[in-house]
Each structure stands twice: as C-alpha cells, then as structure tokens.
C-alpha cells in the first residue's frame, strides 16, 4: 500500500484500499493454491477457496480455456485485478475530499 494513504486525516480511503488489498490477497491466494495443487480437504484451502469463489462469483466462469488453470487464473485473476483498480481508485477518490 503506498505512503499517501497514511498522510490523510481521512481514513476511510486507507480502509477501501486495504479491503481491496485483502480481497486481491485472498484471490491470490487461491490462485496459488490451486496451481500448487493443495489438498482440498484442508480447512484453510476450504476456507480460501469458498471465498474467492464467492469473490468471483461474477468472473469465475467468463473464460473457456481449455486447460483448467487457464480458467482459474483467468476467472480469479480478472476478479483480483478489478478490485485493486477499483478499490484503489476509489481511496485516491475518497483520501482527496
């Protein structure tokens, strides 16, 4: 997260920002696990893969590869980019007024 978030006495941007760096992270996150091929009977790799599939429910589907990690990075990275570009958009937006 940059420096200029911290420098407003505005905190709201500093929370839209960090909410769309954890969303982004938890995408991530699965994005790797599924490559890496963790075990899906894992809590964690439950936990993570229930939330970015909700995350990107909007997304996860768009893209017909046929290779299936194709598709994941694809659908969850697509998810993971839009919302650092909104989020982020959205904080600079809020921290200037």
Sequence with gaps: MSPRYHRSAN???TVVAVV???MALILGLWILM?????NPGNALV????????????WSRDLFTFDEAWAR????YGLAAVVYLFIG???????QRH
């Excluded at 439950?46 to 990107?56: C, E, I, N, S, T």
């Excluded at 994941?72 to 659908?75: H, M, N």
Aim: no cysteine.
């Design 34 to 38: 599924y490559l890496l091929d963790a």
């Design 20 to 22: 769309a760096d954890v």
């Design 11 to 13: 905190g709201a941007g």
């Design 88 to 94: 982020h958009a959205i904080a600079r937006r809020m």
């Design 72 to 75: 994941v990075v694809a659908g």
């Design 46 to 57: 439950q936990f993570v893969h229930d939330v970015a599939r909700w995350l990107a429910g």
